[in-house]
């Protein structure tokens, strides 16, 4: 099983629906992160979270709210999504406690808004 | 705010001849640096990364990188690629210290057979 789970893997939808992508971990990892990948921008962080009670705007926050229900659980939710947030989402962890780099990335949720 | 170029977006190489993907960064102050690697249809995977010390280090795959703090760059190199490398390839950088992380817009290699 993957240690980072994403769901969807894709997912297609109209402006203004309210969209949610699920992330959880097996790492056991505190630190969480929602990033965006878009062609010839690389990637772009949108939220992070360092345990379940804190929470980071990354940033490209606007948008965009996020959820850590528990240490393995970090949800991305688009209140009323628009066609410019089609992209590329990735979520991800990482064990290290002083650091910013992620280091278990999920497969990514490819969401299209029309 | 740090930026991250990597002036090539796209690195086609023959099969088991050396390679290097360029990165260069914006500021000279303390740095951590890193190179992730993205196959297809997957997420990103830390390659290597540089904290402190020695300036050339080695990652997964054959792979090492030399961080230069006077050209500010962190160039990846491997001496003989392999089919399976073909991948898009990612520099990072942090301030060291700072809850940062600036990603660089990505080199696709493409090995030929």
């Known amino acids: 099983d993957a240690d980072v789970t994403q769901t969807p893997r894709n997912r297609i939808t109209k402006t203004g629906k309210r969209i949610m992508l699920e992330c959880s971990q097996t790492?056991?990892?505190?630190?969480m992160y929602w990033y965006r990948q878009d062609p010839g921008l690389g990637l772009r962080l949108i939220y992070y979270s360092f345990d379940v009670k804190d929470i980071n705007k990354g940033e490209i926050s606007d948008g965009y709210s996020v959820s850590r229900q528990a240490q393995a659980k970090f949800s991305l939710s688009l209140e009323s999504a628009i066609p410019n947030q089609t992209a590329l989402y990735f979520c991800?962890?990482?064990?290290?406690?002083?650091?910013?780099?992620?280091?278990?990335f999920g497969d990514g949720t490819r969401l299209s808004i029309l | 705010a740090q930026s991250v170029t990597q002036l090539d977006s796209q690195v086609p190489v023959f099969e088991e001849a050396p390679v290097e993907l360029r990165c260069n960064y914006s500021?000279?102050?303390?740095?951590?640096l890193f190179w992730y690697v993205q196959y297809p249809n997957q997420g990103l995977q830390l390659l290597l990364k540089?904290?402190?010390?020695?300036?050339l280090v080695k990652g997964i795959n054959g792979f090492e990188a030399e961080f230069n703090k006077s050209q500010t760059s962190f160039h990846l190199r491997k001496p003989s690629v392999h089919i399976s490398d073909t991948a898009e390839y990612f520099c990072a950088v942090s301030d060291a210290g700072a809850n940062n992380l600036f990603f660089g817009t990505g080199t696709r290699l493409t090995v030929i057979p």
């Open positions: 540089y904290l402190s010390g020695s300036t």
């Open positions: 790492k056991g990892h505190d630190r």
């Open positions: 500021s000279s102050v303390s740095v951590y």
């Open positions: 991800a962890t990482s064990e290290s406690p002083n650091l910013m780099e992620p280091q278990h």
